[in-house]
């Protein structure tokens, strides 16, 4: 007897311990989401245990249908380590937009990282809007001096940011750009865009018939 392709999807559509863990997984992701201090403006797929940490003063605030992947499993490349939400001092921002994608990554905010709805992070992206320490010797051990340069990342709507790329203080990345992965961006991208490289560096534009359904 022979198998249809239809039949042979279908057996292969569902595998019972594949279930099991995905369950498991985003029961870990709920629980550290809403244990955290997060403000969240609708539904979050958190799979595997994200490392959150929220400053006294501070905000992190998820928009609706985020997915944050925190295990390997649930990622084709997997991740280095689980999703990082880190806000540094007092009255510090990250603002995630609506059906934005994170796996593996990591953002810390010393001021703001904004992201745009319908983004996309790939695995392992460090997203920073801060230097983190001093460049003065003396003060260079901590976190909070004066001195330490922070300045805004603001990513817009429907970026890609490929694999294992580093985004740095002061970078805006304008809607439907993508980021090579492996770059570093330390400059501003414009809207439609395509970049890559370290330093970072703009390859080509989007065509108009590219950025249009």
């Not at 392992?124 to 230097?131: E, G, L, P, Q």
């Not at 961006?185 to 490289?197: E, L, R, W």
Request: include cysteine; aromatic fraction near 4%.
């Amino acid at each position: 007897m022979r198998t249809s392709s239809t039949q042979v999807k279908s057996n292969l559509a569902f595998n019972p311990i594949r279930s099991l863990r995905f369950r498991y997984h985003r029961l870990l992701g709920l629980l550290a989401i809403v244990s955290s201090g997060i403000n969240r403006q609708g539904h979050v797929d958190a799979i595997g245990r994200p490392i959150v940490q929220v400053f006294p003063g501070s905000s992190i605030c998820l928009g609706r249908d985020v997915t944050i992947i925190s295990a390997s499993f649930a990622t084709a490349l997997g991740v280095n380590h689980p999703v990082v939400l880190r806000t540094l001092r007092p009255g510090a921002r990250i603002k995630i937009g609506d059906r934005v994608g994170i796996s593996g990554g990591s953002i810390c905010a010393a001021q703001l990282v904004e992201i745009g709805e319908e983004s996309m992070l790939g695995a392992n992206v460090t997203i920073a809007d801060t230097d983190f320490h001093s460049l003065r010797p003396h003060y260079r051990s901590g976190h909070t001096h004066p001195s330490i340069a922070v300045e805004d990342v603001i990513i817009g709507k429907r970026v890609f940011v490929g694999a294992n790329s580093i985004i740095l203080k002061g970078v805006t990345i304008g809607d439907n750009s993508v980021i090579g992965a492996g770059s570093v961006v330390t400059k501003s991208v414009p809207a439609n865009s395509i970049a890559a490289g370290n330093p970072c560096r703009i390859i080509r534009e989007f065509t108009a018939q590219e950025v249009t359904l």
